[in-house]
């Protein structure tokens, strides 16, 4: 299968740690991308390849990855981290990509 | 500074057509695949399309094969998606993303706002 799995909701108190997880055949073979979309915004790539954070992303999101699941972690969320979080990844040919249905994260 | 720029969204009836542009600055475009992405109306995103650097290669979501074309104009720095026979379900907001690789990855490092086509009688 090439579809990509993710919780629709979650939620985390103020300060703590929260892990929004993906799952998928083809993650065993791709690392996942991960995007950070909020209300009336374009998506913005927060976590790429094993753990990589573009510039201007804060250190506290961090990616990993085992076996069929990927995961993004918020180390001492935010308010300014509720957001829909997207994961992303190739297909089986690898010519097509796939986004994960996306998850709601609310900050308590 | 990075930038894509979107337009030709519009109100089109059901098989019409349209043509999306996207017009980008700040980077080698012709260094770089690019993508399509769309989201409806409270929902999630879909990957629409890819165009390789050279426009040699290109891929598209089962959704919209046969009926979407991607293409680009490198002299321009521009971006393409011909989309006839549209349908009510292809009303959404269409994004113009950056890949990070030449011939194309699944790591969309830049997006512009989005241009919003509404199909509907």
């Known amino acids: 299968s090439s579809e990509l799995t993710q919780d629709p909701a979650v939620s985390v108190a103020l300060g703590q740690t929260v892990r929004i997880t993906c799952q998928g055949d083809n993650l065993r073979i791709y690392y996942a991308s991960w995007y950070q979309q909020k209300p009336g915004q374009a998506p913005v790539l927060v976590i790429y390849g094993q753990n990589n954070r573009p510039s201007g992303i804060p250190d506290r999101f961090s990616g990993s990855s085992s076996g069929k699941t990927a995961s993004l972690t918020i180390t001492g969320a935010q308010a300014e981290d509720e957001a829909d979080y997207y994961c992303?990844?190739?297909?089986?040919?690898?010519?097509?990509?796939?986004f994960g249905g996306g998850s709601k994260l609310t900050v308590l | 500074e990075v930038q894509l720029v979107e337009s030709g969204g519009v109100v089109v009836q059901p098989g019409g057509s349209l043509r999306l542009s996207c017009a980008a600055s700040g980077f080698t475009f012709d260094n770089y695949a690019m993508h399509w992405v769309r989201q409806a109306p409270g929902k999630g995103l879909e990957w629409v399309s890819l165009i390789s650097w050279d426009g040699g290669s290109t891929f598209y979501a089962d959704s919209v094969k046969g009926r979407f074309t991607i293409s680009r104009d490198n002299s321009r720095t521009s971006l393409y998606l011909q989309m006839n026979s549209l349908r009510a379900e292809d009303t959404a907001l269409y994004y113009c993303?950056?890949?990070?690789?030449?011939?194309?990855?699944?790591?969309?490092?830049?997006w512009g706002q989005g241009t919003l086509v509404t199909v509907s009688s």
């Open positions: 992303n990844s190739r297909d089986s040919s690898g010519n097509h990509v796939v």
């Open positions: 993303a950056k890949d990070s690789e030449m011939f194309g990855s699944h790591l969309f490092d830049y």
